[in-house]
Structures are given as structure tokens and as C-alpha cells.
């Protein structure tokens, strides 16, 4: 058993927050263990919590298909959540949730060792680099942060809600796509 299957064995038991009392399925991540680049977003959705897999719902359709337009197979990377189990109604998590959930995401990255984290949307950006720091600001662009390197991208869920985020949605994956020759 790798360190990721035990991480993920430990999350589909945890009861360290609220949150497990209304999931129906934890989802620990999805991917390769060797896995290159990595995607977190900010939690399960109903989809998500019926499948026990990130990112399946329409907001997994629209990330899978950014990623093909930019040169990327889903199936090479690996995707994630700070969160492990759906916050009722789809709320943001609140930041207790978030510090339950810490060690698992901190032990999912240093298994993993991905040569670039990509953070999918506010909570994902603001948990792992700064809680001021403005997804739209940093959008595609490269941050260096104690060793590791991050892209922050808007979340591909952002697109299907609000038509005039649909742009600036593309032209982050682009700028990843060009980014990511360097790190594959």
C-alpha cells in the first residue's frame, strides 16, 4: 500500500469535522502517483460525493475538456480538494473543515512531490498561498512558495455560472499550457 492509498484509506474513514455527517462518499483524489502536475480544487459536489471522485460532475466535464484543449490528459494528473467531503448545499467550507482536512492534502502533495500544483478557485489559492491573494490577479501566472511551484487558475465551475468568467477561464488553462512544457 502507498503512502497515497493509506491517505486515502484514512479520509474515506475520517469524522474529524461536521462534514462527514452528511457525505455519502469522501473523495480522497484521483491520479497517478507519479503524477508530474496537480490539480486542487475546493471541495466535492453532489456528483462528487455519490461517485466518491473529484471532479465527475459539470465542473469535471469543463476542467477535462480545458485540459485536452491545452495539451493535457486527465488521466496524467492528479485532482484533489482541500476539502475531502461536500460542505451541505454546496456552501464554501468554513475554515475549521479546511484544518481538518489539512494533513491530508499536505500528505497527498508530499507524496505525490507534482512539479506544479495547480489551484483551482479562491479557497484552493488562499489555503495554500495567501488568504488575501486574488485568484483573478494571478490567473495562469507561475508563484514560487517554500520549494514548490503553483499556477492559480479560475475554477472551470465559475464558467458555468457566470458566461463573462468563460474567457479569462480559457486564457488561464492556455497560459498553463504553455507552462507546463517546462515541468512535464
Not at 456528483?47 to 459539470?58: A, I, L, Q, S, T
Request: with cysteine; net charge negative; glycine share 10%.
Amino acid at each position: 500500500m502507498t503512502l497515497l492509498d493509506e491517505i486515502a484509506a484514512q479520509v474515506r474513514t475520517c469524522t474529524r469535522c461536521r462534514l462527514c455527517e452528511g457525505r455519502r462518499h469522501a473523495v480522497p483524489g484521483v491520479g497517478p502517483p507519479d503524477a508530474r502536475i496537480m490539480f486542487i480544487g475546493e471541495g466535492p459536489g453532489r456528483d462528487e460525493d455519490e461517485r466518491g471522485e473529484p471532479f465527475v460532475g459539470k465542473a469535471g466535464e469543463a476542467l477535462t475538456i480545458l485540459l485536452r484543449n491545452n495539451g493535457i490528459a486527465r488521466d496524467e494528473v492528479f485532482i484533489t480538494n482541500v476539502v475531502k467531503c461536500r460542505p451541505p448545499e454546496n456552501r464554501d467550507p468554513r475554515p475549521d473543515e479546511i484544518e481538518a482536512c489539512r494533513e491530508y492534502l499536505d500528505g497527498q502533495i508530499a507524496a505525490i512531490a507534482p512539479a506544479l500544483i495547480c489551484t483551482l478557485g479562491r479557497w484552493a489559492l488562499q489555503t495554500l498561498l495567501d488568504p488575501a491573494a486574488s485568484v483573478m490577479k494571478l490567473n495562469g501566472t507561475v508563484v514560487e512558495r517554500e520549494g514548490l511551484t503553483y499556477v492559480p487558475l479560475i475554477h472551470p465551475a465559475a464558467g458555468l455560472h457566470n458566461d463573462n468568467m468563460r474567457e479569462p477561464i480559457k486564457q488561464g488553462f492556455a497560459a498553463l499550457g504553455r507552462i507546463i512544457a517546462d515541468y512535464r
